[in-house]
């Protein structure tokens, strides 16, 4: 596993939607499809925004989804708000050598 | 209400060892798996490893060799230790559980170690 790929930024106006990609290699996702989306924002702990590849928990806007296609993951933010502006980060399981792998993360920029 | 909160020191002299306390509340401690997850300033995150109750770990291979991963559940708390530390070690680090190994629930605030003489 080599970690996996995120673009460094992404940016949207308010009321836009925006995609952000996670792409990684099929050792990286092997057969499951646990993959997990991380909202930070400054100086705050990450949050988890979707699991299981589009699962939400509680509490998380239904504004937030996620799919996976291949070896490539998404996080679809639609209706951007100005509070959506943070990091994204995805991550993946997998019983490889390195269960937990994280993405390099992608700044939201909201316009 | 989950509250996990990382305690220990801020500053740790190479190389000697990073040690650091998670106390765990709202929650029991044999409910959710218990990872340590690190981000160095202004850079993404980084696994470093879980344990389960039962004293099930698993670890980053790149820390394998330098990571010790605790639980007292009597105190409802988890511990990391990492030996040899050196400047690359400075990072926000953070203790997060989760109920499942896949995926990380709730996060602490995180804690500031700097690594240098």
């Known amino acids: 596993q080599s970690g996996l790929t995120q673009p460094a930024s992404v940016s949207g106006s308010p009321g836009q939607s925006i995609t952000i990609s996670c792409t990684g290699t099929s050792s990286d996702f092997g057969s499951y499809n646990y993959v997990s989306w991380y909202q930070q924002h400054p100086g705050k702990a990450p949050k988890l925004m979707i699991y299981?590849?589009?699962n939400r928990p509680s509490g998380v806007s239904s504004r937030f989804s996620g799919s996976k296609s291949g070896n490539t993951a998404s996080l679809t933010i639609s209706g951007l708000h100005a509070e959506d502006e943070a990091d994204y980060y995805c991550?993946?399981?997998?019983?490889?050598?390195?269960?937990?792998?994280f993405g390099g993360g992608t700044k939201l920029t909201v316009l | 209400q989950v509250q996990l909160q990382e305690s220990g020191p801020g500053l740790v002299k190479p190389p000697e060892t990073l040690s650091l306390t998670c106390s765990v509340s709202?929650?029991?401690?044999?409910?959710?798996?218990w990872s340590w997850i690190r981000q160095p300033p202004g850079k993404g995150l980084e696994w470093i490893g879980y344990?389960?109750?039962?004293?099930?770990?698993n670890y980053n291979p790149s820390l394998k060799s330098r990571v010790t991963i605790s639980v007292d559940t009597s105190k409802s708390q988890f511990s990391l230790r990492l030996t040899s530390v050196t400047a690359a070690d400075t990072a926000v680090y953070y203790c997060v559980g989760g109920r499942l190994r896949r995926y990380f629930d709730y996060w602490g605030q995180g804690t500031l170690v700097t690594v240098s003489s």
């Open positions: 709202g929650v029991s401690i044999t409910s959710y798996y």
């Open positions: 344990i389960y109750y039962s004293g099930d770990t």
């Open positions: 991550s993946s399981y997998t019983s490889g050598s390195t269960p937990v792998v």
């Open positions: 299981d590849v589009i």
